[in-house]
C-alpha cells in the first residue's frame, strides 16, 4: 500500500479541536491502522523561525516526528500551520524525499471572517490587555467615548476601520505555490466549517477528501462536536476590568493561550449564580454589532467568492446577508457616534460593575477551594 501524509493546518477557530478529538478516537480504534500525531505549538514556532534564518536544525522537531511514524497513512495535525505555508511546504517536501511517503494531502478548514473574529474574542482577545488597551486609545483619539460600546463591540469597530481580514485566497494560493514543485504529489483541500444552516460531518469530509482509506463503516459514533466556550459573564467581566486598568498595573487574569482550565472551572462557579446579563441587550443593543459585521461581509466577500472559486467551496457560506452594506471610515465613525448617544453611561457602569463583581466572587471561591 502506497504511504500517504495529510498535514491538518487548522486554521484556528475552524473546528480544529473537534477534528484532532475525533481523529483520536479513529487512531485508538484502528489500533495502528492510522497514526496521529498533534504538533508541538512551541516546537513549531522555533522551526518556522529556524527554516526563515536557515538554521542548522530546523527540521530536527520535524524529522523526529515524522521517523516515529510507522503506519502507511498518518495525520499530523496542529492549527498554528494555517499561519505558516512555508513550514508546510517544506514538511510536505521532507516527507516525500525522507521518509518514503509516497503522497501528502494539506488539509484546513475555514470559516466566515466576522464569525471569525467575533470567535477569536471569545477565546482569546477579551483577555489580551494590549488589544483591549489599543482598541479603548483608538476611541479615545477619535473622541469617541469608548465606555459606552463593550469590549467586542470595541474590538469589531476597530477591526472595521483600521485592521486587516483573514484572506483565505490569499492563504490556500500560498498553499498551492508552496507545493507547485513537488510534481502533483501533494494535494492541497479545503472547505468551509460546518455550520447549522448548512451541516455535514466534519470526521467524514476530512476522511473523504483527503483520500484516506479507513476500513471503517461507520465513523459517526466519532464524529465528535468539541465546542467548549467561556461564558459571557467572564467574557464581559475580564474584557470591562481589563480596559479600565492602567497598562503599567498588573492582573492576575490569565492572557490569551493560558488558564483555559482555571477560567471553565471559573466559569462553572458563574453558572451556578443568579442569570446576571440580562440587561446585556437593553443596554448594549445588537444592532450596532450587526451592522459592524455586514460591513466586514460586504469587505471580504470577494476575496471569499475567489477562495470559493479556488477550493470549490460551496458560496453559500460565506454569502453576506441581503442588508450587508459596507462602509467608509466616515459613516462607521458617524455610525458609532450616532449609537453612542442612545446609551446611558451610568446605567452602563453600573451593569459592568455587577457582571465584574460576579465574576469576581467566582474567581475568589475557585482560588479558595484549591
Known sequence: MSRTLVIHVGAQKCASSSLQASLRLVHQALKGGLGFCFLNPAQLRAADVALAKQSDGAFDYVDQVLSRQVCDQVVISHEMLGNRPALVSSIAERALGVFSFDRVVISGYTRLQSNYHVSSFAQWYFRDRKKLLSDVKIFRDLGLPWRKFTAQERSLFVLSLTGKDR????????????????????????????????????????????????????????????????????????????????????????????????????????????????????????????????????????????????????????????????????????????????????????????????????????????
Open 167 to 370: 484572506n483565505w485566497c490569499a492563504n490556500y494560493r500560498r498553499f498551492l505555490a508552496g507545493v507547485s514543485h513537488l510534481s502533483g504529489r501533494v494535494r492541497v483541500v479545503s472547505c468551509h466549517m460546518p455550520t447549522r444552516q448548512l451541516p455535514y460531518s466534519l470526521l467524514q469530509h476530512f476522511v473523504e477528501s483527503t483520500g484516506l482509506d479507513l476500513g471503517l463503516e461507520d465513523l459517526s459514533s466519532m464524529d465528535v462536536r468539541k465546542n467548549q466556550s467561556f461564558h459571557p459573564v467572564v467574557i464581559h467581566g475580564v474584557s470591562s476590568f481589563s480596559s479600565d486598568l492602567p497598562a503599567n498595573r498588573q492582573s492576575f487574569f490569565p492572557g490569551p493561550h493560558e488558564g483555559n482550565r482555571w477560567l471553565f472551572r471559573v466559569c462553572d462557579r458563574v453558572s451556578d449564580q443568579a442569570d446576571v446579563m440580562n440587561e446585556f441587550e437593553d443596554l448594549f443593543s445588537p444592532a450596532f454589532e450587526r451592522r459592524l459585521l455586514n460591513h466586514l461581509d460586504s469587505r471580504t466577500a470577494a476575496d471569499n467568492h475567489a477562495y470559493c472559486e479556488l477550493m470549490s467551496v460551496d458560496q453559500r457560506y460565506f454569502q453576506p446577508s441581503s442588508d450587508a452594506v459596507m462602509m467608509t471610515g466616515a459613516e462607521l465613525k458617524d455610525l458609532a457616534s450616532q449609537m453612542a448617544k442612545t446609551r446611558r453611561l451610568k446605567a452602563i457602569q453600573t451593569f459592568n460593575r455587577s457582571i465584574e463583581d460576579a465574576f469576581f466572587n467566582a474567581a475568589r471561591k475557585e482560588i479558595v477551594s484549591t
